[in-house]
């Protein structure tokens, strides 16, 4: 072995580290005396634990230490490396030490620049310090050879085997332990040796080696080292999850920012830009251009700003988006110019519609009045109410042009949801403004002419009330600052003029009703609806089925047949679907050459439209027991209705059916009531109300009908059929009867007697206090028709069954079959 302060040279520390790991097995094993002692140099060994077998480097500071390895290699010896039980301990006395050593070898000193050396040494086997012979110059003890088991019985192979699985699951988790030590590990047989090797592969603290290395017994130091290995491995789980976690969501973001990368770069090949930035200067140069109330600009501006925060892909961009977009298209305060000249206005309503003079004289007044005072604010709230087919919605547009407005119009028919008129907060999907807004919108001024229809048809129930939601809208005080769910933005409908239209003011909330100023349309009889129809839906149907060319006509009895013969209705709508339908039959003809005839003659109408498809059952109808004509009022306009009655054997009964509502049936006990309290002078034998069952019946069962005012109609029929007097087929009745007989005014009048007029009655029965309501009835009808006030009851059974009839008492049996036969009949 050469010199020592040869391996100090500088190309010493070129030797590889296997050269070196060589060399320590050269230097020899202290062969143990009789009692199996050894004496050798110690080598203090600071923070460092080395294991039988291990080969670690070392560094060699303390000068005795140094002395203590160049003399055991001049001698080829082996050194015991005792572990310090404290670090920091300079100069170790016999107590610093721990107990146990590792006698080692040790290979070439290599000098540091600092003036250290280090060298490579190798344990060998474990000694237990007998005693300490020398300290000067450096440490020297005797020791006790531990000799270990060469081979594992049973149990001891169980815990090997547990800690070689541990250990495998260490490996796969800890890249810092290389995997072939496991493979090492496996190689092993001895159990102790395996027991140090795995724990110098783990990075264990100092005192968990020097506690392993102290552990003489070598099953007891594999029990430690499976629970060491068992707690490394849970560690290493824990750490392995939470390093996965954070990997996938890192991998996540990293996939996706990869992916819009990837996008922008492919619109930029398109030449598409950057669509969502380019979008955003878009909206931001539309917001800064708009004329936008100071609120509404400001919420605008900031929800942009929230949108180019946002990834392009956040699902709440196309929200915010449409958001800005509605603000941006509201029509905030963009007014049209109203045009206030009376006499263009009246001319203008005047092209457009024939009759409706109380419309039209109101609206005149109303821009008389705009024009002499144009600051003043409040706008009028219409409410047309008429039967379908009037001209509600013509007159509005009318009125909108002649006041240069823009119209927009809006149904409220069946609206039951507060939304519907309040739109969705932005919170719900999908959420939009009411129709309030999108109307306005549409309308795209500020100051519309809005028409609200079917304001009689808005219902509430648990969704909310629509109606009061209306109430904001149309009240003066409060419509300035109307506030939609979805905007959230104070809108102003102060500038609207509103027009609403109804069938009936019945079904208006009155609060509603209370802030509208009603203007009712009246049905057309006849006459009109020729007028109407020679002036402006045969030339509008004309026009629009482009026959202008065919120079048609229609000759007076032409349309009054399609008026009698296929309409009925109070208004005009079905006529002019019906000429419509004649225009496109003759242009049909022409185009395929057949032959027609320009001037439309009644016996043609047939041919185009079709078999007659109303009748007029009262023109067959001849006088009869128990059937009188009542006139009913329904949301179509005025109806005749006939009422039935049979009188039958029985108990006594009265039974009503047809769908008659509590107030229908009420009134007839009442009109049922005063018969048998006059019965004595109608001639009516009161037994007759013991013995028989009374049956009234209102054809048409399928309609439900309601109201009081078919009372006088129900009682004359019972007088009729009680007494067997036939009732005058022309006379039609309606009134209220109360149990002294006396007759009440009733609604609807004017309907009822354009039904009457239509029908062809000639009689109309009336309560006296309702002649007040005639005096819009046109006078055709007024004159054709034998209009007669009534107070009481006898005057309707006069008019009814005839002053002289003699009035019989009544004989059930005979009674009986001239009903049945009757009912034969019919
Ligand atoms: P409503 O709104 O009352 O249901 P519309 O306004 O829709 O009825 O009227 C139906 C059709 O009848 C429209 O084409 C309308 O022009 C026409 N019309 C109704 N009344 C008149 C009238 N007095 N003069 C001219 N045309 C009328």
């Known amino acids: ?10 190309e010493n520390f070129d030797l590889t580290l296997s050269q070196r790991t060589e060399e320590l097995y050269r230097i020899a094993n202290r062969e143990p005396d009789a009692n199996g ?20 480097p070392i560094f060699i500071g303390r000068e005795s230490s140094l002395l203590a390895v160049e003399e055991a290699q001049r001698k080829g010896q082996t050194v015991i490396g005792l572990t310090q039980r404290d670090a920091d301990i300079d100069n170790p006395g016999a107590e610093d030490f721990l107990p146990v050593g590792v006698e080692m070898a040790v290979g070439r000193l290599l000098a540091m620049p600092d003036g250290s050396h280090s060298a490579l040494v190798q344990g060998r086997r474990r000694v237990e310090i007998v005693e300490f012979i020398r300290s000067v110059p450096y440490l020297k003890v005797r020791a006790r050879v531990v000799s270990e088991p060469q081979t594992a019985d049973r149990q001891t192979s169980a815990l090997m085997r547990s800690a070689l699985d541990l250990f495998d699951r260490c490996v796969q988790l800890d890249r810092s332990i290389p995997e072939e030590a496991h493979l090492f590990a496996m190689n092993i047989s001895e159990p102790g040796w395996l027991a140090d090797m795995l724990a110098t592969s783990l990075s264990l603290n100092y005192e968990a080696k020097q506690s392993l290395l102290m552990l003489l017994d070598v099953r007891g130091r594999l029990q430690a080292l499976n629970k060491i290995l068992a707690q490394e491995v849970d560690v290493l789980e824990l750490e392995d999850e939470i390093h996965s976690k954070v990997q996938s969501e890192v991998d996540k973001s990293q996939r996706e920012f990869y992916l819009r990368e990837q996008m922008r770069q492919i619109q930029n090949e398109l030449g598409e830009g950057d669509i969502f930035t380019r979008d955003a200067n878009d909206l931001k140069k539309r917001l800064d251009a708009a004329n936008l109330p100071d609120e509404a600009k400001l919420v605008a501006m900031k929800e942009l700003e929230r949108l180019n925060q946002m990834p392009p892909m956040a699902p709440e961009v196309g929200i915010i988006r449409t958001y800005i977009d509605w ?13 206030l000249d009376v006499k263009n206005a009246g001319k203008t309503l005047e092209r457009d519609h024939y009759g409706l003079k109380k419309a039209k004289e109101r609206i005149l007044e109303y821009i008389a009045v705009r024009s002499l005072k144009p600051k003043k604010e409040r706008q009028p709230i219409l409410c047309f109410v008429g039967p379908p087919g009037v001209g509600k919605t013509s007159l509005g547009r009318s009125i909108a042009e002649s006041l240069g407005r823009k119209f927009a119009r809006v149904s409220l028919g069946g609206v039951r949801d507060e939304a519907e008129i309040r739109g969705h907060r932005r919170t719900y999907i999908g959420a939009l403004p009411g129709r309030i807004i999108q109307t306005m919108k549409r309308a795209g001024t500020s100051n519309p002419l809005f028409m609200l229809d079917e304001i009689d048809k808005l219902y509430s129930d648990f969704r909310g009330d629509p109606a009061s939601a209306m109430l904001e809208v149309l009240d003066p005080e409060q419509n300035n600052t109307f506030s939609d769910h979805y905007l959230e933005l104070p809108f102003d409908l102060s500038k609207v003029m509103f027009v609403t239209t109804a069938n009936s003011l019945g079904s208006i909330p009155s609060p509603l009703l209370d802030r509208m100023e009603v203007i009712e349309f009246p049905g057309y009889i006849e006459e009109e609806k020729l007028e109407i129809a020679n002036r402006y839906l045969i030339p509008r149907q004309i026009e629009e089925n ?26 005009v709508r079905n006529l002019e679907r019906e000429l419509g339908k004649i225009c496109r039959k003759v242009a049909r003809m022409k185009a395929e050459g057949k032959k027609f005839e320009s001037a439309i003659k009644a016996d043609a109408i047939e ?7 109303v009748f007029q059952p009262e023109a067959e109808r001849t006088d009869e027991v128990g059937v009188v004509t009542s006139l009913a009022w329904t949301e179509n306009g005025g109806e005749i209705m006939p009422v039935e009655v049979a009188v039958l054997e029985g108990k006594g009964g009265l039974q009503m059916t047809g769908q008659m509502g509590d107030v229908m049936q009420e009134s007839g006990q009442a009109a049922l009531t005063y018969i048998k309290s006059r019965a004595e002078e109608l001639k009516i034998d009161f037994e007759v109300f013991e013995r028989m069952d009374i049956h009234v019946h209102m054809p048409e069962g399928a309609i439900p009908k309601d109201g009081p005012s078919a009372g006088i109609t129900m009682a004359t029929a019972i007088i009729s059929a009680l007494t067997g007097r036939p009732v005058f087929k022309h006379v039609g009745m309606t009134g209220e009867i109360t149990l002294r007989g006396r007759i009440l005014p009733i609604g609807g009048v004017r309907e009822k007697v354009l039904a009457a007029h239509r029908a062809g009655l000639k009689t109309v029965i009336l309560p006296e206090k309702n002649l007040k309501d005639l005096t819009e009835l046109p006078k055709t009808a007024k004159s054709e028709l034998k209009i007669i ?21 009544p004989r059930p049996k005979k009674q009986n079959t001239k009903e049945e036969s009757q009912e034969e009949s019919e």
């Open 1 to 10: 072995m050469s010199h020592p302060k040869d391996w100090t040279e500088e």
């Open 37 to 56: 002692m050894i004496e050798a140099a110690v080598l203090p060994l600071r923070d460092l634990v080395v294991f039988p077998r291990m080969v670690s």
């Open 327 to 339: 603000i941006l298209e509201l029509p905030w305060s963009n007014f049209s110019p109203d045009n």
């Open 546 to 571: 482009g026959v202008e060319e065919l120079s048609l006509t229609f000759e007076p009895d032409a349309v009054r047949k399609i008026i009698r013969e296929y309409t009925y209705e109070a208004g």
């Open 607 to 613: 041919k185009y439209l079709g078999p007659q498809q």
């Open 789 to 809: 006030p009534v107070k009481h009851m006898d005057d309707v059974l006069q008019i009814a069954l005839g002053k002289d009839a003699v009035i019989e008492p």
